[in-house]
């Protein structure tokens, strides 16, 4: 049931967008940005969910919950990113998204590096001086 | 051997979180880092079993890296930490005002039982005080945390006399007490209790001896006073009079509601 009202507010919203394009872009462009906040709204219960069902699983399983914190941060900064650069894209500014797409990807390896750092530490001290 | 199913399972794990993660990706353009930090993190769990045995603490150097990332975009866990370090403060706080209210209790047993036993001249078992904290009106007033003023309250104070009230001479008495004579001992008992709040938390303090079954707490008065008349001789009641006499003097503990009882059993 769910889906079929997704998929229909995106089609009601796909249409309208159609229709009023011609007339008056800008209000074109805030319906497709504000249609993709609304289904996102739709999905955040759901994820949350998710991610409490896979925070006890790592509880149950004695992973520690850093790692688990670390991938979540990753997927939010992923999911976050995406969504700005798309709605800039469908505005059509192409370099502004790029530019958002790239944060993204700095941040995510800002998360990297602690984890970079430990295995060269570790590898380094395998190997003899 | 638990170690390796430890371990094994950490990686299926993690393996089974970032497929998982890999699944809720957006799309294709941001797959390819998020796929190397997540790989990254499988690395490190397979190598955690060396990296253990080479550096202990990388657990914990990993958490605070992450953690000042964390801080960075967000800010709660330092709040967190502080939060915690604050209520452990106050734990260790009060674990030492029991301690030193114990050592308190003790130190005024001693003290009490030295006392009475110079005045008396007949050897007491044992005494036990109860030590109360009374928080004052100002100290709620106060902040929530650290300087609460205090005022320490002597709640009971129970002593056990020895064998002997009715044999005269104090030599019979005191081979009463070491037991190479065989004679009926009696305990008294000599309760006193001080009114308190009913909010305050009690500490009680066990006596020098350790005699649990020889201690009775009442709260009524007059019925045990009633009880002291009828067991007690007349001798008795004039060394009691003494005991209560002494602890109001040198203690200042108020004589009204000082409750003598006095048991008569048999001790082997």
Not at chain 1, 67 to 84: C, H, Q, R, V, W
Not at chain 1, 114 to 129: G, H, N, W, Y
Not at chain 2, 203 to 224: F, Q, R, W
């Amino acid at each position: 049931m769910e889906m079929i009202q997704i998929v229909g507010l995106g089609l009601l919203a796909t249409i309208l967008i159609l229709v009023i394009k011609e007339q008056k872009p800008i209000f074109a462009f805030l319906i497709a940005a504000s249609t993709g906040i609304i289904i996102f709204m739709f999905l955040i219960g759901k994820i949350g969910g998710i991610i409490e069902v896979l925070e006890q699983l790592a509880e149950s399983s004695g992973v520690q919950m850093i790692y688990l914190k670390t991938i979540l941060k990753i997927i939010g900064i992923a999911y976050i990113a995406e969504f700005g650069a798309q709605i800039v894209r469908d505005a059509g500014q192409e370099s502004i998204a790029s530019k958002i797409e790239l944060a993204g990807k700095v941040l995510i390896m800002v998360l990297a590096i602690p984890i970079i750092s430990i295995i060269i530490e570790t590898v380094m001290k395998l190997l003899p001086a | 051997m638990t170690w390796i199913s430890e371990w094994l399972k950490e990686i299926i794990f993690v393996v089974l979180i970032a497929v998982f993660i890999e699944l809720l990706l957006p799309n294709r353009s941001m797959e390819r880092y998020v796929r190397f930090v997540v790989s990254l993190l499988i690395l490190l769990t397979i190598l955690s079993p060396i990296i253990r045995l080479f550096s202990g603490d990388t657990e914990q150097k990993l958490a605070t890296a992450l953690a000042d990332n964390i801080n960075g975009l967000e800010g709660y866990s330092t709040n967190e930490s502080t939060a915690l370090i604050l209520k452990q403060g106050e734990e260790l706080k009060k674990k030492q005002e029991v301690e030193s209210l114990q050592w308190a209790g003790e130190e005024a047993a001693r003290q009490m039982k030295e006392q009475i036993q110079r005045e008396i001249g007949q050897p007491i078992e044992r005494v036990a005080v109860k030590l109360v904290t009374k928080s004052t009106d100002e100290g709620k007033t106060q902040g929530n945390f650290g300087s609460k003023q205090t005022e320490l309250l002597i709640s009971s104070v129970e002593v056990f006399i020895g064998q002997s009230m009715t044999v005269q001479d104090p030599k019979s008495s005191k081979e009463g007490i070491s037991g190479s004579e065989i004679t009926i001992q009696s305990v008294e008992e000599v309760t006193i209790n001080v009114d308190l709040q009913q909010d305050v938390p009690m500490i009680k303090d066990k006596g020098e001896k350790g005699d649990k079954t020889a201690m009775v707490s009442t709260e009524d008065t007059p019925l045990i006073d009633d009880e002291t008349s009828v067991l007690t001789q007349g001798k008795d009641e004039a060394t009691v009079e003494r005991i209560r006499e002494l602890l109001y003097k040198e203690w200042g503990v108020s004589k009204e509601t000082i409750t003598v009882m006095k048991r008569e059993n048999q001790e082997n």
